[in-house]
C-alpha cells in the first residue's frame, strides 16, 4: 500500500468521524499530503529531481508529462486544500461535503498519475 493509500484512508477516516475538534483542517492536511505524496512518486518515475521544487514548479511542470486536464486539476485541488488548511478567522472551515468532493478528486488523481498497469 502506498504512503497518498494510507493517507487517504484516514483522511476518509477522519471525515467519517466528523466530531467536535480540528477533524476538518486535519482532513485537509492528511488528503493535501497524500496529493503531495503522489506527485513525489510520479516525478520519481517521469523526471528524477523535480520532486525537489517547490509545488507551484511541479504543478507548472506536470502539463508537460501529464495530459492538461489532471495538471489543471491536481493545481486546482491543491490550491483548495491548501486554503482550508489555513486559519482564517473570517472564513468557516469547509463542510464535510466540501472535503469529501476533494477527497474523491485526490483519489481519481492519484489513480490517474500512478503507475501505468502493466498490459496483458
Do not use: I
Amino acid at each position: 500500500m502506498t504512503t497518498h493509500t494510507r493517507l487517504l484512508d484516514a483522511a476518509d477516516t477522519v471525515l467519517r468521524s466528523g466530531g467536535r475538534g480540528p477533524w476538518p483542517r486535519t482532513t485537509a492536511f492528511l488528503l493535501r499530503k497524500a496529493l503531495e505524496s503522489c506527485m513525489c512518486d510520479f516525478w520519481h518515475r517521469a523526471q528524477l529531481g523535480v520532486e525537489r521544487c517547490r509545488m507551484r514548479t511541479q504543478m507548472l511542470c506536470l502539463a508537460r508529462y501529464a495530459d492538461e486536464s489532471t495538471a489543471r486539476r491536481v493545481s486546482g485541488a491543491w490550491a483548495a486544500l491548501s486554503a482550508a488548511c489555513h486559519y482564517h478567522g473570517y472564513e468557516l472551515n469547509p463542510t464535510a461535503g466540501e472535503l469529501r468532493a476533494l477527497h474523491d478528486e485526490v483519489r481519481v488523481l492519484t489513480e490517474r498519475l500512478g503507475p501505468v498497469p502493466p498490459s496483458l
